[in-house]
């Protein structure tokens, strides 16, 4: 046995226990290219066990008071906490993302999101009326769903998949939660922890492997009346497709294609690190990243320089590296097509001035064939390009100048997504005149990436429907009924 790995072997969890499957997928460590895992290849006879034990856990859960629901929420956030070394150690080596950032944002956001949900499910309320005149009084009242359908993505996976299970639960639903394929191991740890925090058997349901797969069974299965998706829009389409005959409640938090738009009287020595930042973090696998930055023309050249500088500064390196600002891509079928948007730009006369084929990646001899590229910046390149149309969900970004304000406004919104824009200007009107016609449904302006977990999330155009946040997520897991009492 000596030179071989033991994998790592991943099971369902459905009606608090961990069940084995038929048959499994491989798993793949990006820094190296090596098969470490192997994670269930669930399908309908696991999503109707699932079903099953939601079903049954559903009448006692919803009737649980708003109090009891936030002590188990708490506990769970107090159980991730202390085992956040571990599951940060894990996060990094399933995804390819630095140790740092795992050990930072990943898990204590998982943490976050259990407690503030705990919170603010205790603080909502409902609205009445009286007509005095009919001798009425109206009022509301909101009810749990049922069963929800989550469905979270590779590229932050315990903190996106936690973000839809603690909303869910805390509003007194049960669920059944299908995590990426390729990233399945921290749900598959958050599991070992569900039934020590006291939630109750079917509660938390988590059910491994593919979208055509597990993923279609899940979204067209008759008892599941809800949907929550973050991942691409063509998926969502198939989601959206697979729920209409059932009139099913979805929430579709999609793409990005988002500006980052910089005036010439932006302070440059904030701007520039936050760009970098804002472009490159997490290897540009955020949907919230930059991908268009807009340069007034009278600092073009200053500001292209001075991000190429501080792009090249940007170290990719093995994710457990402390020095580290970026780690592996997520999949060596990822990483071909970004390089292959790199390929295209160049075809079309683009220039490549960092990065990707100008600049050495230097890496030790066992993550040769991890999914590491450099950060790449691209210039010279047309509005209409792919590169500048199409998500392309990597570190890859393209700098072109700009005019006027009217210009750059048009030319922001000029493409299929709307979800998220930076400005950057010392002028306090100018910025609430951008950000109110950006077509985003964030704006961030002279910051990036400071998230107010109370006030709504999402997008705009083809970047999803519906919103998530205290309220916006609320009201998605809940029904409202209006109640009217004659007096």
Same mark, same amino acid.
């Given at each position: 046995?000596?030179?071989?790995r ?35 290849? !669930? ?16 009448p006692s859960?919803? !009737? ?32 390819? &993302? ?18 503030? $949900? ?69 749900a598959?740890?958050? =599991? &070992?922890l ?52 059932? =009139? ?13 738009i ?8 904030? =701007? ?38 501080a792009?090249?500064k940007?170290?990719?390196s ?13 999949s ?26 100008v ?12 999914y ?9 390149? &047309?509005d ?10 990597g ?6 100048? $700009?005019?006027?304000e ?35 449904g ?12 109370n006030?709504? $999330? ?8 519906g ?21």
């Amino acid at each position: 046995m000596s030179g071989t790995r033991e994998l790592l072997m991943l099971e369902n969890f459905i009606d608090g226990k961990f069940l084995p499957c038929h048959s499994y997928i491989d798993s793949y460590d990006p820094s190296t290219g090596e098969v470490y895992c192997k994670v269930p290849n !669930s399908g309908k006879e696991e999503i109707e066990a699932a079903v099953e034990a939601a079903r049954a856990a559903f009448p006692s859960w919803s !009737s649980c008071s708003p109090h009891e629901r936030s002590q188990v929420l708490n506990r769970l956030a107090d159980l991730l906490e202390q085992s956040l070394e571990d599951l940060a150690q894990a996060e990094s080596k399933d995804q390819g &993302k630095t140790l740092t950032m795992a050990r930072t944002i990943d898990i204590p956001r998982s943490v976050q999101n259990f407690r503030f $949900f705990a919170s603010s499910s205790l603080h909502h309320t409902t609205e009445s009326t009286q007509v005095d005149y009919l001798g009425c009084l109206h009022y509301t009242m909101r009810t749990p769903v049922g069963i929800a359908g989550l469905i979270s993505p590779w590229n932050l996976p315990l903190y996106l998949l936690t973000w839809k299970i603690a909303p869910a639960i805390a509003a007194g639903n049960t669920v059944i939660a299908k995590p990426s394929e390729l990233t399945s191991v921290t749900a598959w740890m958050l =599991c &070992k922890l569900l039934n020590k925090a006291g939630v109750p058997p079917g509660v938390v349901n988590i059910v491994f492997g593919t979208g055509p797969k597990v993923g279609e069974a899940l979204v067209s299965h008759p008892e599941v009346p809800l949907i929550s998706f973050t991942g691409s829009q063509p998926t969502a389409e198939r989601i959206t497709q697979l729920s209409a005959p059932f =009139c099913k409640k979805l929430s579709l938090e999609l793409g990005g294609k988002n500006p980052a738009i910089i005036f010439e009287d932006a302070n440059l020595d904030e =701007c520039i690190p936050a760009t970098v930042r804002s472009s490159f973090t997490n290897q540009g696998e955020i949907c919230l990243c930059t991908s268009r930055v807009f340069v007034q023309k009278s600092i073009y050249n200053e500001f292209l320089k001075r991000f190429v500088e501080a792009t090249r500064k940007w170290k990719v390196s093995i994710p457990s590296d402390p020095s580290a600002s970026m780690g592996a891509l997520i999949s060596k079928a990822h990483l071909e097509k970004v390089r292959s948007y790199i390929k295209k730009a160049c075809a079309e006369g683009a220039k490549i001035l960092c990065g990707e084929g100008v600049d050495r990646l230097s890496l030790p001899p066992r993550n040769q064939a991890g999914y590491f590229m450099l950060p790449t910046v691209i210039t010279d390149i &047309k509005d209409e390009s792919c590169c500048m149309q199409e998500e392309i969900f990597g570190p890859v970004t393209c700098v072109v100048p $700009f005019d006027s304000e009217e210009e750059v406004i048009r030319r922001a919104n000029n493409v299929k997504y709307g979800l998220a824009a930076t400005v950057w200007s010392g002028n306090v009107g100018r910025i609430h005149r951008v950000a109110q016609k950006l077509q985003s449904g964030l704006v961030w302006t002279n910051c990036w990436m400071i998230r107010e977990l109370n006030l709504p $999330f999402g997008g705009m155009k083809y970047s999803g429907i519906g919103r998530e946040g205290a309220k916006d997520s609320h009201d998605f897991f809940t029904e409202i009924k209006t109640i009217t009492v004659k007096y």
